[in-house]
């Protein structure tokens, strides 16, 4: 079906290369960064294909356009610290303009409302640098309004000048109450400001259109995005869990492009010619490709250098960790493809005391719904996928003969629709998993045909707010068959499935032959040339619905057991989203249950609860749920020294409070004021009690 859809919008986009980009508006004392033709095509493309094939069926019109131009300003200057009354005025002209803007590719007046806002961004950090020479005095009782986002504009120079003053103090205020060296922190803070304008500087118009194109896809539905030719990358990377390069990971450290971690039995760790904080300073394609000295760029374009296909060659100008002065010794490498396994699925064991009895539980952790949908399509035999390596890891369970499993999906925001069918599946015989309703409101089921089951022992399934999309059709499924316990906190809910369209095969490779003859420039065949790219679509094109034909759209999957939620439920959620699509059923489908939890809920919640009284770190939750309240609430912080200093205290002394109450029900030493936290792993109590509610449901069953 997606195949289908997916081809539908390539044939009905790719007919159309042509838009009409308006003149570029002048900005003052601004770089005056422009769109491009490229930009221009792709803006007027995927406003086709979202106003024609989107699953949400939305016209664009002016009421639209002020949603998307509101987004766009909020997206700038969410809290209301650059722009002035006067800007808004100015840019109201184009509040009702975008749609029209959008439908012809014209991107003129969207780049103004940037450059504006870039000008009045380097003025407001350059003030702040000059306003480092004052004295300041943090014995008088002032305060800060930080948060500003429900403020009025503010109408004048003057009076904005007046909020980046307590900034500025408030900045380096911050500073000195962790080391009272004013004269240090004012080139500490010298430094941070230069950076910020440095920064600013490195933005492209790349930036500017990957900002307005989130606006405006978000203004339509919270989940068809449009990702530039970076974004595209990353995204895939993130899909695949893999990616084509030397195995490290880079970081922008003083204008350098800095070696921060290797990958074990990548290509740098085999050279044994790369350490860690080594600087890259130049970059060359192929065994004869001239340098490029990347000193001082920004790191996605720097990467982009030096990631390339399997098998190619790439030259390194590399600057040793701590010289200075010093010719940079060349190395060369071979690209390869790079696993992500500290991206992976993996497992622990946890033993349980279960009335003398002693249980033990597997525990797998699902990162994300994963596919390296490049190396199946090209037929490669050990492609990863995250229902290929749970199958892995519960044979392993299995044979260390653990007594259920838990399937940890928090924080684990979804992925490949068919590898949620396919994880289902490992835990049943066979039978429908999830329902799937399409634009042409055509109604789908998808079935697991696998007879196998990789477990069929007891199981649960642990979920947070952000456990979404596969995720939820996951948990779900195993819900309404009844297969297993679901524990935590409501979900996301999010009910709706995008297809991944590559721009490049729907714009073509005829129109960068055009547009390359437009530029008055030959089309690149060096093969170590970045290709031409035009970015990636995810599209809105379905809706799915549980078995049940109850929607996880809005309401996600409501635990068996409840626990309290750290991430607040009206902040983050689909219910959240203004754009979201609504909650709706279709008839469920026709399955059997493997049985039903209904009976040993309430004894299985009294257990937990009674626990629950007793543990401190529950304890600590439920305070810490309600310190976030009240701090979110407020807008303003003090500017005198010494109420900070003892509001800081204060906060310090709970939380070394809470550290040693749990570590002291651990049976661990208490730490002192300022002792390094060490990462614990029986700290993740909500994990140990999902294990344990699982031991009580063995122990009553038995």
């Not at 002209?93 to 590719?105: H, I, W």
């Not at 080391?179 to 010298?190: I, R, V």
């Not at 065949?525 to 970045?530: F, V």
């Amino acid at each position: 079906m997606f195949k289908k859809l997916y081809l539908m919008a390539i044939l009905g986009a790719s007919v159309a290369c042509h838009a009409t980009p308006g003149e570029p508006i002048k900005v003052a004392g601004s770089r005056n960064l422009e769109p491009d033709e490229q930009q221009a095509i792709v803006c007027k493309e995927v406003t086709e294909m979202i106003t024609n094939y989107n699953y949400k069926k939305i016209k664009l019109n002016d009421s639209i356009s002020t949603v998307i131009f509101n987004k766009y300003i909020k997206a700038l200057d969410d809290n209301r610290n650059y722009l002035l009354a006067s800007d808004l005025k100015d840019f109201d002209q184009y509040k009702t303009q975008l749609d029209d803007d959008l439908k012809n590719g014209d991107l003129s007046h969207v780049f103004y409302i940037f450059n504006v806002y870039q000008k009045r961004y380097n003025e407001r950090i350059k003030y702040s640098l000059e306003q480092l020479g004052k004295n300041y005095d943090f014995t008088q009782h002032d305060e800060f309004v930080f948060n500003r986002e429900n403020q009025p504009w503010v109408s004048s120079v003057s009076e904005l000048n007046k909020f980046w003053d307590k900034r500025v103090k408030y900045d380096l205020l911050n500073l000195n109450l962790a080391t009272p060296d004013l004269a240090k922190n004012k080139e500490t803070l010298k430094e941070r400001y230069q950076n910020l304008i440095n920064q600013s500087a490195k933005l492209n118009n790349q930036d500017v259109f990957q900002l307005f194109m989130d606006s405006f896809t978000e203004s339509i539905d919270p989940h068809t995005n449009y990702f530039n030719p970076s974004n595209a990358a990353q995204f895939n990377i993130e899909m695949s869990k893999s990616l084509e390069g030397i195995g490290a990971s880079l970081q922008s450290v003083n204008d350098y492009v800095t070696i921060k971690t290797i990958v074990k039995g990548g290509p740098a760790d085999r050279s044994k010619l790369l350490t860690i904080d080594d600087r890259i300073v130049g970059v060359a394609q192929g065994k004869n490709g001239e340098f490029k000295d990347i000193i001082g760029w920004r790191l996605d374009n720097a990467i982009t250098l030096i990631r390339g296909a399997k098998g190619t060659i790439v030259r390194l100008k590399i600057l040793p960790k701590g010289k200075t002065v010093t010719t940079p010794k060349i190395i060369e490498l071979v690209r390869e493809k790079i696993v992500l396994e500290d991206q992976l699925a993996s497992k622990e064991i946890r033993t349980y005391n279960q009335n003398g009895k002693t249980l033990k539980i597997g525990i797998i952790d699902v990162p994300g719904f994963y596919l390296d949908y490049k190396a199946y399509q090209a037929g490669d035999k050990n492609y990863r996928s995250i229902s290929r390596d749970v199958k892995l890891i519960i044979d392993s369970l299995k044979a260390a003969k653990v007594d259920g499993i838990v399937i940890d999906l928090r924080q684990d925001g979804g992925g490949s629709l068919p590898e949620a069918i396919q994880l289902t599946g490992l835990f049943i015989k066979t039978g429908p998993v999830v329902q799937v309703r399409d634009v042409r409101n055509k109604i789908e089921q998808d079935d697991d045909d696998d007879p196998s089951i990789a477990w069929d022992g007891p199981m649960a399934v642990l979920v947070d707010r952000f456990s979404a999309s596969a995720s939820e059709i996951f948990a779900g499924a195993i819900q309404d068959y009844g297969r297993g316990l679901i524990i935590g906190t409501q979900t996301y809910g999010k009910g709706t499935v995008q297809s991944a369209i590559d721009l490049d095969k729907v714009i073509g490779n005829s129109f960068s032959k055009l547009l390359a003859s437009v530029k008055g420039k030959a089309v690149s065949t060096n093969a170590t040339d970045s290709p031409q790219s035009y970015g990636q679509i995810n599209l809105t094109i379905a809706k799915f619905y549980r078995i049940s034909g109850s929607s996880t759209q809005h309401k996600g999957v409501i635990p068996d057991i409840q626990f309290p939620s750290a991430i607040p439920l009206d902040k983050y959620g689909e219910d959240t989203e203004a754009s979201a699509l609504p909650f709706d059923m279709i008839p469920r489908s026709n399955y059997t249950v493997y049985g039903s939890f209904t009976s040993v809920i309430p004894q299985l919640k009294t257990l937990h609860d009674t626990r629950m009284q007793s543990n401190v770190s529950y304890k600590n939750l439920i305070e810490d749920i309600a310190d976030y309240k009240k701090k979110d609430a407020e807008k303003t912080v003090t500017l005198n020294e010494a109420d900070l200093k003892k509001e800081r205290d204060t906060d310090d002394a709970k939380s070394l409070a809470h550290d040693n109450a749990r570590r002291a029900a651990l049976g661990l030493k208490p730490l002192v004021k300022g002792e390094a936290r060490t990462k614990d792993k029986d700290a993740d109590f909500l994990k140990i009690e999902a294990g344990q509610i699982l031991s009580d449901y063995i122990d009553i069953k038995k």
